[in-house]
């Protein structure tokens, strides 16, 4: 059958029936899932999921970039250790924004002309990078906030086993390796021995989400890593928590050991909000990527609230939840420390 005599086309890539890739001199009726995400035109389909990738994109690089400051040059009343993790956190969730970024910045420069130009995106530098970006993220924003929880349990459970707490040196080990595992697990998809999988290609905006029915090359390494993983990266930081809690009902110090506590307390209960926060983005993740796995059907609208809004939004919420008190906190005790200026009387100001 001839392309003009052709009536109806059903195929599963929405690609085909685009208006610049289908028989322009036919009226054929084309039947095909469609992209969530991409449309014909865009990488990003609609003008809500652009404007909010684009907010969460500045809420993040300024975030981030103003805890950073204040951790590194600004604070100075909490100990080493925990500034040099909360830092390291902070850039993991700066590297998020860069990577929103540059998923913006694509959209707009294909814009009204994604659909011919999909192989030369995908296929590009930038979009490895991206994906490259996006998992390197993730999961060392993960393996920060394991660290963060397990500084506050060491602090919190042992206060007087001083050899049992993070120090400058071992925070930074730590953070080293951590850095070190979010890099190995980011590069082996573009290793030569695994470039076939084509992970950060999979889809437009690079992020090699494992949580629909469809199998790629490379599922298997990105769910082990999106979904196993961070299960049990998280179940971690419940058991630190709780664990936490637990400790600050039951234990009794000595009195002059009480304000001491009461700080390492209060840091412990401003990052139980970010663990919350974080736990309940991953769960739906999680929860979808293990009903894909065992064949159940997940909306194809929930990869686009996985990936557009639940992956991202953790990294631009994450300084706010836990420095913006710390900086106000900081800033009355700064007016606190000032001296008051005495009122001039009358025979001071008289000659």
């Not at 991409?38 to 690089?61: G, M, P, Q, Y």
């Not at 100990?79 to 694509?106: E, N």
């Not at 007087?160 to 390796?177: D, P, Q, Y």
Request: aromatic share 12%; charged share 15%.
């Amino acid at each position: 059958m001839s392309q003009r005599n052709l009536e109806h086309l059903v195929t599963d890539n929405f690609r085909l029936c685009c208006p610049n890739v289908k028989p322009s001199k036919t009226s054929m009726n084309c039947h095909a899932p469609f992209d969530e995400i991409s449309s014909c035109k865009d990488i990003l389909s609609n003008i809500f999921i652009r404007s909010f990738l684009w907010i969460v994109a500045v809420l993040t690089i300024i975030g981030n970039i103003g805890v950073i400051i204040f951790r590194v040059f600004l604070d100075n009343d909490v100990k080493t250790s925990f500034r040099i993790v909360i830092t390291c956190l902070s850039v993991s969730d700066f590297i998020m924004g860069i990577y929103l970024i540059i998923i913006g910045s694509a959209d707009v420069a294909y814009r009204d002309r994604y659909i011919l130009m999909e192989d030369q995106w995908k296929n590009s530098v930038y979009c490895q990078i991206a994906g490259f970006l996006c998992l390197l993220s993730s999961e060392t924003s993960a393996l920060f906030i394991l660290l963060v929880t397990l500084d506050r349990l060491m602090a919190i459970c042992f206060p007087f086993r001083k050899h049992l707490h993070f120090n400058g040196c071992s925070a930074t080990v730590a953070c080293i390796i951590v850095w070190l595992i979010g890099l190995t697990m980011a590069v082996v998809p573009i290793l030569p021995p695994f470039e076939h999988w084509r992970l950060y290609s999979q889809k437009s905006i690079g992020v090699p989400l494992p949580i629909t029915r469809i199998r790629f090359p490379g599922y298997d390494y990105a769910f082990s890593i999106f979904i196993l993983f961070n299960i049990v990266v998280f179940f971690l930081v419940a058991v630190g928590q709780a664990l936490i809690y637990v400790s600050i009902r039951l234990q009794e110090v000595p009195k002059e050991w009480r304000r001491h506590i009461r700080h390492d307390t209060a840091i412990a209960k401003r990052l139980t909000l970010v663990v919350l926060t974080d736990c309940l983005c991953w769960f739906p993740i999680t929860v979808m990527g293990l009903a894909a796995r065992a064949g159940k059907p997940v909306p194809g609208e929930m990869y686009v609230v996985a990936t557009v809004f639940l992956l991202p939004i953790n990294s631009a919420f994450n300084p706010f939840l836990y420095t913006l008190h710390a900086m106000m906190l900081a800033r009355q005790a700064r007016r606190k420390k000032r001296p008051r200026q005495k009122p001039i009387t009358s025979s001071q100001g008289s000659s």
